[in-house]
């Protein structure tokens, strides 16, 4: 068993780590607060980040709190701590994600410290990716890193994938025909224009990618109202590379561990020279989120497509100075 103390450097660091993980528009619905009296380092969700919208249970808000989570555990395994997580550990406050102490077993979360190095490097690309297919035994270590966070990664077949990205297209048309969920992700897109929010949250002009020639596009358009002038325009492959990220369950806490199965996958995938890219737009309409379970299993419940591939790999998106979100006390 090992005690660390929780120096503000030492926190601060591993909160930097924590922070490069994805979240829906680049909200960043995450806070920390450190417990220096007590060694624990709690993650709490952030309802004002909230897309009452385009995520009115907030699951995808769990999602990426969750991966904020798993970046947090990288960064401790980088440094020889041994982090120990509780899941919801305040019956009384849903907003209470976790609580990690570092009291662990020294080989707890050992194997992640080799994870770290991709944390500066996974950025999500919304740029076209080639048609070179992905070698089995790359997919195979995606899959199992998902099991790892009690997860399941799922290669849908031909068949399945052109039925997801049927939805993906079918959620494509939801949003243009919902002058809410457009006002939301143009409230979180930062194009340069007067009175946008903050330059260090949001979807900035140079991460949105090029327009789509035709209407195979496998990323969102966050510029639908084509505020951003002179974006070029480019064909995206014709048969994008998915996986499907799911759990048994939906509940908060299989959320929370699908978040920290989706950074572990894309740290991965970054390692193994890939390129991704996160394709929530079906799984923000109810009616379109169950059609994405394989119809012939059981199935679980689809918490993420991944676009994978191999092609540009995106610039980082801004984050929020460490002093907005981490609290010591």
């Known amino acids: 068993m090992s005690t660390t103390a929780l120096t503000r450097p030492l926190v601060t660091s591993l909160i930097e780590d924590a922070v490069t993980a994805p979240s829906m528009h680049n909200a960043q619905p995450w806070r920390f607060v450190a417990r220096t009296d007590t060694g624990v380092i709690e993650l709490h969700g952030d309802p004002r980040r909230g897309m009452p919208h385009g995520d009115p249970d907030h699951r995808a808000l769990h999602l990426g709190c969750g991966a904020?989570?798993?970046?947090?555990?990288?960064?401790?395994?980088?440094?020889?701590?041994?982090?120990?997580?509780?899941?919801?550990?305040?019956?009384?406050?849903?907003?209470?994600?976790?609580?990690?102490?570092?009291?662990?077993?020294?080989?707890?979360?050992?194997?992640?410290?080799?994870?770290?190095?991709?944390?500066?490097?996974?950025?999500?690309?919304?740029?076209?990716?080639?048609?070179?297919?992905?070698?089995?035994?790359?997919?195979?270590?995606?899959?199992?890193?998902?099991?790892?966070?009690?997860?399941?990664?799922?290669?849908?077949?031909?068949?399945h994938a052109v039925m997801v990205m049927g939805l993906v297209h079918a959620s494509a048309l939801y949003e243009a025909a919902d002058e809410a969920v457009r006002a939301e992700i143009a409230a979180w897109t930062r194009t340069g224009a007067a009175g946008e929010g903050p330059a260090t949250e949001g979807i900035p002009a140079y991460a949105l990618g090029p327009r789509q020639y035709d209407v195979t596009s496998p990323v969102r358009d966050f510029d639908s109202r084509r505020r951003v002038p002179d974006r070029d325009a480019a064909r995206f492959e014709k048969r994008p590379q998915i996986a499907l990220l799911g759990t048994p369950g939906d509940a908060p806490e299989d959320w929370l561990k699908a978040g920290q199965a989706l950074l572990r996958v894309l740290l991965q995938a970054t390692l193994d020279g890939l390129a991704t890219s996160l394709m929530s737009q079906p799984l923000e309409w109810p009616e379109l989120r169950s059609d994405a379970r394989d119809p012939g299993t059981v199935g679980d419940f689809v918490h993420m497509v991944i676009r994978l591939g191999y092609g540009p790999g995106g610039r980082a998106t801004p984050r929020r100075p460490v002093s907005e979100v981490l609290a010591f006390d």
């Open 68 to 159: 904020a989570l798993f970046g947090l555990r990288v960064g401790a395994a980088y440094r020889d701590l041994h982090p120990v997580v509780q899941l919801l550990p305040s019956p009384g406050d849903p907003w209470h994600f976790a609580d990690v102490r570092f009291t662990g077993p020294d080989d707890a979360d050992s194997d992640l410290g080799g994870l770290r190095a991709a944390l500066a490097r996974r950025h999500t690309s919304r740029f076209p990716f080639t048609e070179e297919r992905i070698p089995t035994e790359v997919i195979d270590g995606l899959r199992a890193a998902a099991l790892l966070e009690d997860c399941r990664l799922v290669v849908p077949g031909e068949w």
